[in-house]
């Protein structure tokens, strides 16, 4: 499926925004500007956007900890994210959730998610909103290797099936959950023929490789708009950096921590499009010098913000009470 | 005596107990880390760093990582609890608790109960939990209240080194279901803490400061800003005694209505919702058991009825101050 120039550079943006706005989480952070912890989505950025692609505002995702990637390929605002991950006001979340909680309902993002195995099942039943509503809409939760192996997660992929709703799970393999291997935690090794023997169908694609991502969610998407049931999906990813900014990662041997950065989504888009002149490099350069500028600004402002009303620590507990 | 942190405190226990008995098994998630990986295994020791040195010590048969599956993890514990091993489970972070809670209060809890005390469960769960990390609603909590509601569940809440290895020795060695709470703020923090073996008994309250005005009642990283508060308010010529039941479950009843016979005036400390907290639990102690010898309201200084926020003045806003407790006293006075 042949993308045209417009969507290539949707694409690249998306990517590239990934890419600037992680690197200027993992240089905030360092600079102590960034509350708490982070876990930065570098390494990942072309399967968010590649799974987010041809989602539009109406589908919903539930996504994890390492949300950031997530929230910008559905459509966040990167001003309000590093407000939010600053703590400040005016963030999307108003400062009251932090990194591991942007959520944004009008762009059908529901949320990262600081409980491993926790939107799987909340991706379902926003799955069946879109089935009773016959809305043609779909749900896709975003999983890592570890919460795979949730029972939040088996139950949701058993459930997902049993209702036959629009839904599809994206099982993100980066390798690792936290400082542990997916090859020791996940039993049955391959986690795309974990998910079939729950009964729907499971491919799994390389997730440097946006077009693969993208052919790959496309077929998912035919097949759950389609009313069949749930998809999944697995992106086969590689984590630069920790599990979090800071990790010093000895779990991890020199060769494999030299090599982590080899399957690196940004340059192997931007090598193949351009060497199949689909884009001219300085296309893509004005885009990076633009989104760079665009993500620093935002993240110059989130600096200077004020903090929080004191007066809002209570407020929103409940719509009503 | 060695000075050493509350974390190497809890480590040191766990090391002592594990080379005492061989039933004594640790599992949890990364609490060796790095298996299946091309580096080091074993090395990473959880987290926070706890369990640091005890997979190159003991092995992985005895220090089991897992998967990220909560549920397994403390049934799997409470399974081999009631079948001869003494598990220690680590629940990372207390939050995560709503993944597994049914194998704490349904199935470990209820053993030995259920079964007419033919079981014995020699379970410690340990946890973490308070606020003050800027980690968002759900790494925050404390949920005393929930696992205190229980019965079946001894619930422990250490606010030094020295009660961290005294009390958790006696939860390995306890033949029944413990949660051991470990406050995250309070990882750093150093003291004195005897190199050998010792327990400290369940259900006895420590007395930090004695006073004849009123009375402190507080909990695991409450009990530093009470103490605090104590010092505070020594200067202006205001002596209070500071409490700490360091277990929630069972609690030293007799402590508090002793203390509260001689100051008359309770001011109780709960890093919790106010709504069916410690604070409100003592307070109902109180006000059944010593009404008669109460001279004022029980102040109650816990957190507001919201979750735990991630905005740092939102969050220092949150946890009950020294500040806070101070007004409370002057409040009773
Ligand atoms: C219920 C629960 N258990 C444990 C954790 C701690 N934790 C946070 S992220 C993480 C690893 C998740 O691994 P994976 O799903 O592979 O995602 P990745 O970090 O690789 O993106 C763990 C164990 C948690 N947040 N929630
Ligand atoms: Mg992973």
């Known amino acids: ?321 | 005596m060695p000075v050493i942190s509350y974390r190497k405190a809890i480590n040191q226990a766990l090391e002592q107990e594990m080379a005492r008995d061989a039933r004594v098994i640790l599992m949890g998630i990364d609490v060796g880390g790095g298996a299946g990986g091309s580096g080091d295994v074993g090395s990473v020791g959880g987290v926070m760093g706890v369990t640091k040195g005890l997979y190159p010590k003991f092995g992985s048969d005895r220090v089991i990582d897992t998967p990220i599956s909560e549920s397994a993890i403390i049934g799997a514990a409470a399974g081999a609890a009631v079948t001869g091993m003494r598990p220690v489970a680590e629940l990372m972070f207390v939050d995560f608790i709503g993944v597994c809670f049914d194998q704490i209060y349904n199935q470990a809890a209820k053993f030995r109960y259920m079964f007419g005390g033919k079981a014995r469960t020699p379970l410690v769960i340990r946890t973490m939990g308070g606020a003050g990390m800027r980690a968002g609603a759900q790494h925050s909590q404390t949920l005393h209240p929930i696992l205190t509601m229980v019965p079946g569940l001894k619930v422990v809440m250490p606010s030094s080194p020295y009660d961290a290895k005294g009390l958790l020795t006696r939860a390995i060695r306890d033949d029944d279901p413990v949660v051991f709470l470990e406050s995250k703020s309070l990882y750093d923090v150093k003291g004195e803490v005897p190199e050998e073996a010792y327990e400290i008994p369940f259900g006895e309250a420590n007395v930090l400061r004695d006073g004849r005005d009123a009375t402190i009642v507080a909990f695991g990283a409450m009990v530093p800003r009470a103490v605090a508060a104590a010092d505070l308010l020594a200067k202006e010529g205001v002596k209070v005694t500071v409490l700490d039941p360091r277990t929630t479950s069972p609690l030293d009843e007799e402590a508090i209505l002793d203390s509260l016979d001689e100051t008359g005036r309770l001011v109780v400390v709960d890093e919790s919702p106010p709504r069916c907290s410690l604070a409100a639990d003592i307070a109902a102690l109180a006000v059944s058991q010593a009404f008669d010898a109460l001279k004022a309201p029980v102040g109650l200084v816990t957190c507001p009825h919201t979750p735990v926020p991630f905005a740092p003045n939102l969050e220092d806003a949150y946890v009950p101050s020294v500040a806070r407790i101070v007004e409370a006293v002057k409040k009773t006075l």
Request: proline letters at 3%; charged letters at 25%; hydrophobic letters at 40%.
């Open chain 1, 1 to 321: 499926m042949q993308l045209n120039r417009d969507e290539l550079k949707r694409a690249w943006r998306t990517m590239l925004t990934i890419r600037a706005f992680e690197e200027r989480v993992e240089k905030e952070f360092a600079d102590g500007t960034i509350p708490g912890f982070a876990h930065v989505y570098l390494g990942q950025e072309a399967s968010g956007t590649g799974v987010c692609f041809d989602l539009t505002d109406d589908d919903q995702i539930g996504s994890t900890h390492r949300g950031h990637g997530h929230c910008i390929a559905k459509g966040c605002e990167v001003e309000g994210m590093f407000l939010e991950i600053m703590g400040k006001a005016g963030g999307i979340c108003g400062g009251k959730g932090g990194s591991m909680h942007i959520a944004d309902m009008d762009k059908g993002m529901l949320g990262a998610n600081a409980i491993v195995g926790g939107s799987p099942p909340i991706a379902v039943g926003a799955a069946l909103t879109q089935k009773l509503r016959r809305t043609g809409h779909v749900a896709v939760a975003f999983t890592g290797d570890g919460a795979s192996n949730q029972g939040t997660t088996l139950e949701a992929m058993n459930m997902a099936v049993v209702l036959k709703v629009p839904m599809i799970f994206v099982f993100e393999n980066n390798g690792y959950g936290e400082f542990t291997s997916a090859e020791y935690s996940v039993g049955a090794k391959s986690l795309s023929e974990r998910a079939a023997a729950f009964g729907m169908p499971a491919a799994s694609v390389d997730g440097g490789d946006f077009f693969a991502v993208h052919a790959g969610m496309r077929e998912a998407l035919e097949h759950v708009r389609d009313g069949n049931g749930p998809y999944a999906l697995e992106t086969r990813c590689s984590r630069f950096l920790g599990h979090f900014v800071g990790d010093p990662q000895k779990y991890r041997g020199s060769e494999e921590l030299a090599a982590a950065r080899t399957n690196d989504p940004v340059l192997r888009f931007r090598d193949r499009v351009s060497e199949a002149a689909l884009l001219a490099i300085e296309e893509l350069n004005a885009i990076e010098t633009e989104v760079r500028a665009r993500v620093d600004a935002a993240a110059a402002a989130a600096r200077a913000a004020a903090l929080p009303d004191l007066a809002t620590l209570e407020t929103d507990v409940y719509v009503k009470y």
